[in-house]
């Protein structure tokens, strides 16, 4: 007996690394070339036609690919305040209409100058600055030519250049300090694999307490409003593809199989996907609320599980992540 917990330590260290290389290399890795290629392609739809009904799908594929990589707030996304630029959700004081309402007005010149648009508000950049664009009808009827539509191009071209600086800190070197640690910032594998489930096990947080729970509000006082990315539809969208993501991650971590882990992920998404509420007004609704509450319940549920079946596993826990300030 003593031999075999000898060797199982002994065998410790090369199966977390091996988790922490086919995380890296099969999901995210890929996951930020994919986004990098999304924006780029909205940055270029833009340039063609910077309209609302030219920009919908493209801004829609960019943020699909963002869900495959939100979760990650670790290394390059982290610098630079690239993180919050992109996503600046929630929004809680409502600054991102008064800002693009600022710069509207004032037709600030600052859009023809892509080299220092990333120094305008991280309230009037990013995908949600775009939704307000393509989607709020504030905001929504502008013509090809006009001082919005402009900044419709100057906000696609700010993401798709953070995407390239994202993809290329981590193929320039992040990707490597996590798969053969020693320096900074982590010196050992097992710090290198605690960072990569602290982003899992907090990408799922996220989902059950902001992306559920600010809509969800209380039962006396439901906010619709408050969900992410309402205007656009596209909610529950987010919370599957977030799930999705996530699910990838955990598998490739566990460099085993995971089948609690696995099955509560797919009871979730599917639940997810038979709500039929993609911007969760249902929150206000009886019957809807108790169909988007028992989503939430399953979040928590699968966080436990995960917790149980892949962090014992691994010998990890959650530790501190972004999103936690969030």
């Not at 089948?259 to 509560?264: C, L, Q, R």
């Amino acid at each position: 007996m003593r031999r075999l917990a000898a060797l199982c330590l002994a065998l410790l260290p090369s199966l977390v690394s091996a988790g922490v290389d086919e995380a890296v290399t099969d999901v995210i890795l890929p996951a930020h070339a994919r986004f990098a290629s999304e924006t780029a392609d909205l940055a270029a739809a833009a340039e063609a036609d910077c309209t609302p009904e030219a920009l919908k799908g493209p801004w829609n594929d960019a943020f699909d690919a963002w869900l495959g990589v939100a979760h990650l707030r670790l290394g390059p996304i982290e610098e630079e305040g690239r993180g919050l630029a992109i996503s600046f959700w929630p929004d809680a004081r409502g600054m991102m209409p008064r800002s693009l309402a600022g710069m509207i007005a004032e037709e600030d010149a600052i859009v023809d100058r892509p080299d220092e648009f990333g120094q305008v508000s991280v309230a009037a950049r990013g995908l949600f600055a775009l939704e307000q664009l393509l989607y709020e009808p504030d905001f929504s009827g502008y013509a090809s030519g006009s001082y919005t539509c402009r900044l419709a191009t100057a906000i696609a071209a700010d993401l798709a250049r953070m995407a390239g600086e994202i993809e290329a800190g981590w193929t320039d070197g992040f990707a490597a300090a996590l798969t053969d640690p020693g320096g900074s910032p982590y010196l050992t594998d097992r710090e290198a694999l605690q960072a990569l489930y602290t982003a899992l096990a907090t990408g799922l947080e996220y989902n059950q307490d902001q992306r559920l729970g600010r809509p969800l509000g209380t039962l006396d006082r439901p906010r619709p409003t408050r969900a992410e990315a309402w205007r656009s539809e596209r909610s529950v969208r987010n919370v599957v593809l977030s799930l999705t993501a996530l699910e990838d991650l955990a598998e490739a971590l566990a460099n085993t199989p995971i089948p609690e882990t696995t099955d509560a992920f797919g009871g979730a998404i599917a639940r997810a996907e038979a709500l039929d509420d993609p911007a969760l007004a249902g929150v206000e609704d009886p019957a809807g609320r108790f169909r988007i509450e028992a989503l939430q319940t399953d979040l928590g549920a699968l966080r436990r599980t995960l917790d149980t079946e892949l962090g014992t596993a691994l010998g990890v826990s959650a530790g501190f992540n972004s999103m936690d300030g969030d």
